[in-house]
């Protein structure tokens, strides 16, 4: 058991450290502060097309894709998943820090899925802009009318009519599809309600401006529309597109989806260790620096425990991502299946109540815009309820770990105590 | 020990429930979706006033009132704390109930303070408008710059100048101050920092549009603004007002602001607890209403357990509300101190936690404005701040705790064993 | 609504108090000491005899009695629950005191159920007796080899052949059979398998020492047998006795089961708050007297907080089982059914934590028997579990919080925002 | 970043299983209950003695040395803490494997200080046997009159008189002290009340018998007096050893204690993660295996989640644990310093939680000696105290998480809005 990181992985860290002290956070604050000033914040500020392009000519860009294809292709930098984790988490400190290295998420997610299940065709028209930073794109799964944690639930429809596959349907909570640049989204939806129930699903990219289909609104999550990109409530109207736009095949929605998330769930909830490590320092800079009734905030009632229990908190959930990173790794999603609904159980939230911490110490102010504590509060909430509600990855947890025992046999009965 | 409401509490409840269900509930959704789609929110739409006149007219309005003040004067229903606490709980369900009731903070705290401590003329300029609900009014006590649990690290002043008090200073968090109707402040300060922590602060009355006081911004609470009444941040520069404005004399602020708060918790308190069984009824509504893998949405993993701690943690915190609302009406402030802590420590983390269920209930859509929940929820933890954060509160029930007992004695020490 | 205790229940505890503080406390130490010391402890010393006799006289004796049976009869003080219930917090602070008042269980809930179920004959053979303090008694249904937290596991059976009663089965904790002075049992068993799952089971009253009865062997709890009752495991082995010992018919141990539950939860959940009172007193005690780093105990980490959390579940605890007692006065045991679990649910929990900060508060100390802790951990621990386990309480709750929505239909649900 | 097992850390952790399986398993039951039914358990009956021939023959013995030590002497295994890691846990799911393999606290620290601090006179007389597993040991440092977690509250005193030092004080919780095999204590006391705080005390070998030496009696913890060994509560009245006795040389037992802990807490916690892996293993065979209400247990109410909890919990402390041992080998005590205290304060209380679920899985009987959970679970308790209480350790990793900080430089502060 060896806990150091890799040579790549660390040299990237620092790397990507540099950047961010260097370049983003000097200008995050002004870039926060002229985006809510404006009438329409639903822009690219030039900055961020500044900044994206300094980190991609240092190669400090498109850290997450798949390492095969990375090294098949020269896009990225050859990192496994294990290795990408350190660096997700320095990215999740900062809110505008993933999109201006290409590591923002659906992004991620659209991308692995172009490189895992895309046709040439599909790579080159949505792949290669998308690697480039030139295009976003937005991932079009739950629906408001039914649970989606339950994938048999989904409503919306994917159906062959000759040469085009028509999508109905309404979605929403589509990250991303607010975003001037966003091009394209992949929409899943039923194709075959008698298939087997891991058939009936298909993916299927669908053109941004292609007629029928319609942002209806963008939705506020707690009262914030995380502009420029945004989650929106789209609806499909019998929108039509080749069935070239199908991915991988008719049916194959299921599979592909599966192995979409394990990586995604990393990323995620690496970034949600940034921002809990971030939310700490800015919780703890507060408590040292203010003072009430004769001392400074940490060392009142039980705030030192609690940050004692944060740092705790925080530490355990990195392992355990790491970890999870290593199985995926070296194991594949599916020797990792319990540890990645475990991550997503338990990482959201622990940075909710890290994030938690820092807002009560900065009293009053932690609930407003002055700090970034109380979007990233809103952002770890939401995520204890996005890509599956914690409910359900510990009811994969349990189906997992009750496995391999039989029921109705009481083998340590009370036999025991009659020998 | 009787656990039956009063008779006139039962009869006033009863009025009000019927209200709300006749006249509030059918318009609620159509006016904050009203609101919300104004360039403008920052008005009170004429439905608002329609309610307050019937309201008013069928005698249910000033309910908050001080018992002997309301037999005196007429105004109001003459209950005790006890008495109005169940009526509290109904109002908190709805954001704007309490508005039309005439029984919004800060107006009921300020009108408090007008009533016991308000000069004639005070009365006839400021309370007699309020209770009529003509104005409104807010309360400016916390400070951006300094740990305000604290009072006695308050920098603003209010300092005497011939015949003339000058204000000078910044406030935040001045709920009300957005409000169309608001007319006037209170305003705290310090006047004289050589005098007994307890006789250092004054309160005064300046009226909105008095040169040199400026509404600097409105706050976001997680995105929210709370219009039209919101929560301001305000500048007193040189701020000049007569000094019969001071209410009931200089260097009496602390002494005024101790007796303003005890019913002002049981009202938040027991508001908050309105609004936690509303979120229930919600989130058990949804979850009853939605299935997923087969089953409703209430019957999956732990959530039938859930659900019954947030009915005994509702229960529990009502309890003890009504118990502090009794200990408040029969031993007054002083003898009901540890409990008004309790309440404070106890009810907004309880309500946030009974409304996250219900969030968690209702998947994204509980992030959204579809839904009061997200609204409820900021609301909720923004009063795990609001008049003092809950670590205060733990530590003055732990200060009286601990008052009894004597440091170094351990009398159930050892000796027992070596006897 | 009046939280003053009535004035036969302030009277009555003001005399409680004063006997327990004038006989039981000087004694209490001595008597556990000697107990612990004897080679055989399963003894009832001299003290614990004079005491009661004391008790006795000064008519401090059988307060748990019905209210009405009290009055009609002239035995105890004619309380209702709600007037008894800080008389049992009282006893529950000291581990004889319940015995001293002859209030302890099971005793008090089998002397209910002859009071409201036995015939004339049974009442004055066991329940004179048993209000005399003369004899004790135990209750025989919980079975070693099922889930008896589901009655209709229940294997042992009670069947009639001619004028007796054959009773077959196994039980365990049986609390109070190791009494030397416990003359009888009511055990409970099946009767009729095919009946309604509500008249199957039969109440029958075993004496001691009919053949066949066996006390298999008293079980530790957490390595303590708290002796002298302790908890038995004790076999039916083809026991017989005169059908004339049914309690009150065939058939109807399910109902008198129901009845005879929610009295006693009130005591038990009462004891411990009393216990829980005393813990806490401990703690604050020896967290005063003991010095580290510098400071009293008390003022380390996190620990005002702790005790102020302490002091609210304390205070909430209670308040919930005072309005159970007065709705199980009022509106009878249907009527409070749902807080009868909710109490069961909460108190147990609460108590084995304050006690556990008392614990932590004496260090290694208070895992011994120096102090009254790890006996009062335990005692809480194991009723988390005595009487139905946290979990089925919770599923009552949860239950009847659900019974009056109805599945499938989400009246909250999306309509809202389309309208 | 490999989580994979060293090859030496596999191998021996499958040959440990395979013999916990085929020698342990089978005779574990029957010996405690042996062991139970003697008038006299403080001794070693036959079996141990035999199970540890064994195990020496096979090599699995003193698993625990230091690994530099290991490599020299030819003792042991040559392992690094994060190879012996997975070997405490496997031994800590058994009571009596960490004694058949020779690596039983507290002779395992004891070991650890002579190997590290010990003349070779004290390591052939000592050392020697205790490797050979032919006599046992004890530690004192804890007093029952002070709160020990504060070293500078030590009261007892070892002195230089001549060629002697002169030990004076009582001391308990000096586990081991009972076993029948105890030939020496290793004593902690001050020597030189004057000296800098880390030059004050001294670490000196008192052989039991030593005149003045007594044990006063055994301590229970929770009623249980964990025999043959137990913890003991010992006087030192005028207890003469020659100086040779002194370790390291007097004034240094500070500097001895600390390097004693790394390995110490390691091992602790590792055996604590077995002990709550075999608890829910438990308390799923039993959940499984009985039915209430129509279902298994594990399926009602929130047992799946609970039970998903615990998986992560486990996994989240092992990761830890795994983490602080790779640290410690690899930048040493002081670089693990915060780690050494985040497993103690979280381990322990982890362990306690799952076993606590295990026990509400088995009903009543989980209360019992029928199952090893009652004695598990107070085992766990007692480590939230021993070595520290949990609250302390919490403070130790505030204390290095605040380290980085100024006070009073509130640099996140307001200028951020006001930029």
Same mark, same amino acid.
């Given at each position: 058991m060896d806990f150091t990181p890799s040579a790549i992985s660390s040299e990237y860290r620092s790397k990507v450290a540099d950047f961010i002290a260097k370049e983003i956070e000097p200008v995050e604050a002004d870039y926060l502060r002229t985006l809510r000033s404006l009438d329409d914040p639903w822009v690219v500020l030039p900055v961020i097309e500044e900044l994206k392009a300094k980190a991609r000519e240092q190669g400090?860009?498109?850290? +997450?894709?798949p390492k095969a294809f990375s090294e098949a292709s020269g896009h990225g930098a050859g990192m496994s998943n294990v290795d990408y984790a350190p660096l997700a988490e320095l990215m999740g400190r900062h809110f505008i820090a993933p999109e201006v290295f290409n590591c923002n998420a659906p992004d991620t997610g659209n991308a692995e899925v172009l490189v895992h299940y895309g046709s040439e065709a599909q790579q080159r028209q949505w792949l290669e802009p998308l690697l480039a930073g030139e295009i976003r794109s937005a991932f079009c799964m739950t629906?408001?009318?039914?649970?989606?944690?339950?994938?048999?639930?989904?409503?919306a429809t994917a159906v062959l009519d000759g040469d085009e596959v028509v999508v109905n349907g309404r979605k929403w909570f589509?990250?991303?599809?607010?975003?001037?640049?966003?091009? +394209?989204v992949i929409f899943m939806g039923l194709t075959d309600p008698e298939a087997h129930r891991h058939a009936r699903h298909s993916m299927v990219i669908v053109p941004i401006g292609t007629p029928g289909f319609t942002v209806e609104r963008m939705l506020p999550v707690f009262g914030f529309?995380?502009?420029?990109?945004g989650h929106g409530e789209v609806t499909f109207d019998n929108v039509r597109v080749p069935k070239e736009n199908v991915i991988a095949g008719l049916g194959r929605g299921f599979e592909i989806a599966q192995g979409r998330l394990g990586p995604g769930r990393i990323h995620h909830c690496m970034r949600l260790i940034g921002l809990a490590e971030r939310a700490l320092e800015l919780g703890i800079e507060r408590g040292m620096g203010r003072s009430a009734f004769g001392k400074?905030?940490?060392?009142?009632?039980g705030n030192r425990e609690r940050i004692a229990r944060a740092r705790i908190a925080i530490n355990q959930a990195r392992l355990l991502v790491h970890h999870t990173a290593w199985l995926l790794d070296t194991h594949g999603a599916f020797g990792a299946l319990s540890e990645l609904s475990q991550i997503k159980a338990v990482v959201p939230a622990m940075a909710e109540s890290v994030i938690d911490l820092a807002i009560q110490l900065h009293g009053a102010g932690g609930l407003t815009d002055d700090f970034p504590l109380a979007g990233a509060f809103t952002g770890a909430r939401s995520l204890r309820l996005v890509d599956g509600p914690d409910e359900v990855h510990l009811g994969v947890v349990a189906r997992i770990e009750l496995a391999p025992y039989k029921q109705?046999?009481?083998?340590?009965?009370h036999h025991e105590r009659q020998a």
């Open positions: 400090l860009w498109n850290f +997450f894709l629906e408001p009318e039914v649970a989606s944690s339950d994938a048999t639930n989904m409503a589509s990250t991303g599809v607010g975003h001037p640049n966003c091009e +394209f529309h995380d502009e420029p990109f400074p905030l940490v060392n009142l009632g109705g046999a009481d083998h340590n009965g």
